[in-house]
Every structure is written in C-alpha cells, then in structure tokens.
C-alpha cells in the first residue's frame, strides 16, 4: 500500500512538473508575443488610397508577347511642384509596345495635393503628361531658379521638363541635350559632381534590347520572361551641367563609360565622407553593382569589389533592383539597403569608414521576410519617430504565373516592413503594422514622404497593371520631430547633396538631400528625424556641396522648417 501510495505521488509530481514546465512555456510564448505585438503596435500603415481620389490605373503596355521591358517598369516622384507646402504625386507609365492597342494612349500622370488626404489630377493642365514608356525618374532644380524640374528616363528617348514656376512645365529635352539616345533605361539622379553650384545628371542604362533581338524562355513547359544576361549589358550616361540650361555628356572624360552593367536603382551620397558625391548603381545580375568614388572633380573611380558592395556577404551577384542610403545605426556613416530577386536576402551593407562596407543581412536580421519575395521599392524611414530608421520594402513577383510552375511564390505579395530595435538590429513587423501591410498585390517602387503634413511619413506604392496604393502613417509615435527644407544661395537651389547633422542631446542623426533613390524613384527633398522623447534641438549643422556650413543652436522641434544657406536661421 506505501508503495502505492508513493508511486502516485511520483505520478503527481512528475504530471505537476510537465504542468508546470507546459506553463512557463506558454508564459514565454504569451509574454514574447505580447512584446512583438506591442512593438509592431507602434508603426501602424492605413490603406487611405480610396478617399484620396487617384485614378491613376499603371500599365506595362504588354501584348502577352512577354518583352522584357514589361518587368522592370516603373518609378514614381513625391515633390512638391507648385511650391504650395504640400507634396505632390507624380506617377509613371508605360505605352503600347509592339502588338498592343490602346483606345485612349496611356501617359504619365501628376496628382496635386490639396491637402486632408485629396488629391486633383492635373497632368494636362502642367503638361507633363508624357506618352514615352516610363522607367526612371529624377527631380531637383536644375536651372537653379527655385523650383523643381523633372528628368524622365524612359524605354527610348528620355524627358527633360523644366518647370515654369507657374504650375506648368516645358519638354527642354532638345535644347538641354539629354534625350540619351533610345536606351532601356534604369534609375536617374541629379548630383553636384564638380561642386560648381549647379546639378549634373546621372543616367542608368539596363540592357541593349530591341524588338528584333526578342527573346523568351521556358520554365517546366510554360513561357516566361527572361532576365538581363540574355541581352548585352551596357554602359551608363553623366551629364555635366554648363550653367546655361545646357548638358555636356562626359561619360568617357569621367571614367563611366568603362563599365558595364544592368543599372536599376541609383542613389548618389558622399560614403566616404569626403566633402563630394558618389554614386552606387544596384545592376540586375551582371557583373556586380557599381560604386563610383568621386575624386571631388566629377572623374570617378569604381571600387564596389573593394568597398564590398558589388557582391554580398558569399560573394553571389543579386539580382539587385532598388536602393537606399542612410544611417540606420546612427554612426555618422551613409549604409546601404539594396533589394533583390526571389531566392536572395535582400542585402544592408554597414559602412565600416574608409569605403569599406559589410554584408550584415544576417546578424542584423534586415533580409528578413524578403528571401521568398521578389523586392523592389525601398526606403530608410523612420515611421514611429523613434530616433532610428526603420525599412520598408516593396514586395511582388514579376512572373503573372508563377504559381504554375513554383510552388514556393506567388505573382501577388504583401509588402515588408522592418522596425528598427535600436540596437542594431531588426524585427519584421508587417502582419502587425495596420491594414495597409495586408495590401496584397504586385508592387514596384515606394515613396515616402509627409503627405498629411502632420509630423510622419506615409507611403506611396506603384502597382503594374493596377492602381498605385496610398498609406497613412497612424503610427502611435513614440517620440518628437523635425522636417528640414534646405535652399542653397551659392549652391544648388535645392541643396542636393548637402549633409545635416541634428544632435539632440544623446541622439545624433545625420542625412543628406538625394535626388533620385529607391527603385527608380525620387522622395525625401526635405529631411525627417525622428527625436524620441528628447525636447529640444541643441544644434543643426547643415554642411553644403562645394559651400560653407551652417550652425544653428537650439532650434524648435515638432516643426516643418527651412534653412537658407548663409543665413545660420531656420524659419
């Protein structure tokens, strides 16, 4: 009977002990999803697309004869045109290509702002409703007469338009000299390459195609696309700006039209830290990306194998699409995020100083959610004002069937956000950051910018085939701000290029005035840090290309302001 009465309380025990152990492991996985939830309840992304009256529809011009063109269309602008403090949406297309028909010829379409979340199309009345077969674009002031013009890079001949200053704008094309030729083209950038106080131009080429060299592939039975090594790659364009609205091609004088790539996504940023600005071109499968040091006269060297960004982190070639550059550890170096195709991480490449670069994907956790996507569109943006950047990244397949022969994707995919921890590390947050992570479509290029004006950047999402998508930050922000618009005197207007320096007690941001970023896109004319709980700005220091600096000391948070160069005031 003892024995029994022992063998039973052994069976309690042990039953109590798997009780309890049964306990602290759902205590652990409670409390652990309670801490993911509540971390990704502080980026919240509204879909608002339906109450802001665009009816853009994008489309590829595809006649089912599969060109390649179609897959790598198109980007998207956020400026603000008519200098109204509001910014303004400018949408790219394509056109019929060979076999395709359409009643009514598709063209580019601009979208004013006119504030609380309405938006007028008025492309017809700015003129600038162009028929080409939209790719890449670009907008800065390149006349320096204080608004913004834009560069179209197109599938043939590319736009320049020049902005009149009254809401409507010129095609300069001819006069400027920068149609380049009838290209595929890839992403665009204006930049300072000689700091000379003017904006020279920067122009991605993809591949050399043609309707006669057409060609297409099989994949277990069924008829696909096929990707650049298919076609010869090519070399890009830069074009030196003469001061009189007039632009010179000097791709041979300054050591461009060496190299040959599948150039996508541009972004140009002083990496070295060195007073002048280079260029990183993410190319598509080729001989790796580019990284073009600027000598600080406008010739430039490539060293993306040394710096370690041409390959990642195994020494693989990506099938590299979009870019961005910022801090995203805060340690006064510009990182780099380039997205990829399905298969690959998408890559964060840490500025180590000195142009050398690390592949940390892994250890920061910054690819996570992209391996099984085709990514695109992406942005360093701090969405909860938190002090740090956070990633977004634009999400769909290329391939309309791919579900047929590939179990593992889909053609329609949700997009990914990456919350920056603040330790250097990231969480994917995307199921939980609001309804407009639910959108599930085939996305190309973002824009990220303050549409509302309210203090955080939203988001602008191009779709092929489809309307774009419109989200509203309602992020539960965790801290103060700062908007920063520059405008340069002895530089360039817009001061592309210029380096800000906010310090705000312990926090020091830095960033830069890019022209031309993300996949083939342009956003950010004016800059957004994110404080945290910090209560002032101790000082801003705004450092311009080939120009002086500015200090400002104790300068007012939570507000939307402009520096003009010369002047150490922000008003």
């Known amino acids: 009977m003892s024995e029994s009465r022992a063998q039973n309380k052994k069976t309690n025990l042990l039953r109590n002990l798997r009780i309890a152990r049964y306990a602290i492991m759902l205590l652990t996985f409670l409390c652990s999803t309670s801490i993911t939830s509540s971390a990704g309840a502080g980026i919240i992304l509204s879909d608002v697309t339906r109450?802001?009256?665009?009816?853009?529809?994008?489309?590829?011009?595809?006649?089912?004869?599969?060109?390649?063109?179609?897959?790598?269309?198109?980007?998207?602008?956020?400026?603000?045109?008519?200098?109204?403090?509001?910014?303004?949406?400018?949408?790219?297309?394509g056109s019929p290509l060979k076999g395709t028909r359409f009643r009514k010829k598709p063209t580019n379409a601009l979208y004013r702002n006119d504030g609380g979340w309405k938006f007028t199309d008025v492309t017809?009345?700015?003129?600038?409703?162009?028929?080409?077969?939209?790719?890449?674009?670009?907008?800065?002031?390149?006349?320096?007469?204080?608004?913004?013009?834009?560069?179209?890079?197109?599938?043939?001949?590319?736009?320049?338009?020049?902005?009149?200053?009254?809401?409507?704008?010129?095609?300069?094309?001819?006069?400027?000299?920068?149609?380049?030729?009838?290209?595929?083209?890839?992403?665009?950038?204006?930049?300072?390459?000689d700091k000379d106080g003017d904006l020279d131009l920067y122009v991605s080429n993809y591949v050399v195609f043609s309707y006669d060299t057409h060609v297409t592939m099989r994949m277990d039975g069924f008829k696909t696309y096929v990707g650049p090594k298919s076609y010869p790659a090519t070399t890009d364009n830069i074009y030196r700006n003469n001061g009189d609205g007039t632009f010179t091609d000097v791709s041979?004088?300054?050591?461009?039209?060496?190299?040959?790539?599948?150039?996508?996504?541009?972004?140009?940023?002083?990496?070295?830290?060195?007073?002048?600005?280079?260029?990183?071109?993410?190319?598509?499968?080729?001989?790796?990306?580019?990284?073009?040091?600027?000598?600080?006269?406008?010739?430039?060297?490539?060293?993306?194998?040394?710096?370690?960004v041409a390959y990642d982190l195994h020494g693989d070639e990506q099938g590299s699409m979009g870019?961005?550059?910022?801090?995203?550890?805060?340690?006064?170096?510009?990182?780099?995020?380039?997205?990829?195709?399905q298969g690959q991480s998408a890559t964060l490449y840490r500025n180590l100083g000195n142009n050398m670069f690390e592949d940390v994907s892994r250890t920061t956790s910054a690819g996570a959610g992209t391996v099984s996507s085709v990514t695109w569109g992406t942005g360093f943006v701090d969405f909860d004002n938190d002090g740090d950047h956070d990633i977004f990244v634009a999400c769909g397949h290329l391939l309309d069937n791919i579900e047929l022969f590939d179990d593992r994707s889909t053609y329609l995919q949700t997009n990914v956000l990456l919350m920056n921890d603040g330790n250097g590390k990231f969480t994917d947050v995307s199921q939980m950051s609001g309804d407009g992570m639910k959108v599930r479509?085939?996305?190309?290029?973002?824009?990220?910018?303050?549409?509302?004006?309210?203090?955080?950047?939203?988001?602008?999402?191009?779709?092929?085939?489809?309307?774009p998508t419109v989200l509203r930050n309602d992020s539960e922000s965790k801290g103060h701000w700062l908007q920063l618009r520059l405008r340069g005197v002895k530089t360039n207007k817009g001061g592309v290029g210029a380096r800000v320096k906010v310090v705000a007690g312990d926090l020091i941001l830095i960033d830069e005035v890019h022209s031309g970023r993300g996949y083939q896109s342009h956003f950010g004319d004016r800059l957004h840090f994110g404080l945290g709980k910090r209560e002032r700005v101790d000082?801003?220091?705004?450092?311009?290309?080939?120009?002086?600096?500015?200090?400002?000391?104790?300068?007012?948070?939570?507000?939307?302001?402009?520096i003009t160069e010369g002047t150490g005031t922000a008003q």
Request: aromatic fraction near 10%; include cysteine; charge should be negative.
């Open 51 to 93: 109450q802001t009256g665009i009816k853009f529809k994008h489309t590829d011009g595809s006649s089912g004869k599969l060109y390649l063109v179609e897959t790598v269309t198109a980007g998207l602008a956020l400026f603000d045109y008519d200098n109204d403090g509001d910014v303004d949406i400018y949408f790219l297309n």
């Open 124 to 193: 017809r009345q700015a003129g600038v409703g162009d028929t080409g077969y939209g790719l890449g674009v670009a907008v800065a002031d390149y006349d320096n007469d204080g608004d913004q013009d834009i560069y179209l890079n197109n599938h043939g001949p590319n736009v320049l338009y020049r902005n009149n200053g009254d809401g409507t704008f010129s095609d300069v094309t001819k006069q400027a000299g920068v149609g380049n030729g009838s290209q595929m083209a890839g992403g665009a950038c204006f930049l300072d390459m």
């Open 252 to 308: 041979k004088e300054s050591g461009m039209s060496e190299h040959t790539g599948a150039g996508m996504g541009t972004v140009c940023s002083d990496f070295d830290n060195d007073g002048d600005t280079d260029i990183f071109v993410a190319n598509d499968i080729s001989a790796g990306n580019f990284l073009f040091e600027n000598d600080g006269t406008g010739k430039f060297q490539e060293i993306a194998l040394m710096a370690g």
């Open 323 to 341: 870019v961005d550059a910022g801090d995203y550890d805060n340690d006064g170096l510009l990182d780099l995020y380039v997205t990829s195709y």
């Open 441 to 467: 479509l085939s996305s190309r290029s973002a824009g990220f910018d303050d549409l509302d004006n309210d203090g955080d950047v939203d988001v602008v999402i191009l779709n092929p085939r489809r309307g």
């Open 539 to 562: 000082r801003v220091e705004v450092q311009w290309i080939g120009g002086g600096l500015d200090v400002l000391t104790n300068v007012p948070i939570d507000k939307f302001l402009t």
